[in-house]
């Protein structure tokens, strides 16, 4: 079964960091763009940050973040483990929502867009 297992969410207080992880799992060819979302209670699903899967010789990938993260979370992935991790730094209680693992994975059956379970992060004040 192909799926996208997420890691790493809890309660961190205003300033601190956590790290979030995500793996692709089961009979994937290949790993296309992959990011991370975020849906906080009464608020719409909303991009994070995402990366590509190619780039320049040494480049993990083009990487998009929204603004409200810029300088404080950082995307990176492993194509070898099929793996997308967000380190987030400087949290602040507005980034408490559940965050979601999305990814193009190419199967059997093509290409497919996978989304996580999600993972509850809580930035106390």
């Known amino acids: 079964q192909v799926q996208l297992v997420e890691s790493g969410g809890g309660l961190v207080q205003a300033g601190g960091s956590l790290r979030l992880s995500c793996a692709a799992a089961?009979?994937?060819?290949?790993?296309?763009?992959m990011g991370w979302h975020r849906q906080a209670p009464g608020k719409q699903r909303e991009l994070v940050a995402t990366i590509g899967s190619r780039g320049t010789i040494g480049s993990r990938g083009t990487t998009n973040y929204a603004d409200s993260v810029k300088g404080r979370f950082t995307i990176a992935r492993d194509n070898a483990k099929k793996t997308v991790d967000l380190q987030m730094n400087s949290l602040k209680p507005e980034d408490t929502a559940v965050y979601y693992c999305?990814?193009?994975?190419?199967?059997?059956?093509?290409?497919?867009?996978?989304w996580g379970q999600g993972t509850q992060v809580t930035v106390s004040s």
């Open positions: 089961g009979n994937i060819f290949s790993v296309g763009t």
């Open positions: 999305n990814a193009d994975l190419y199967t059997a059956r093509g290409l497919e867009n996978y």
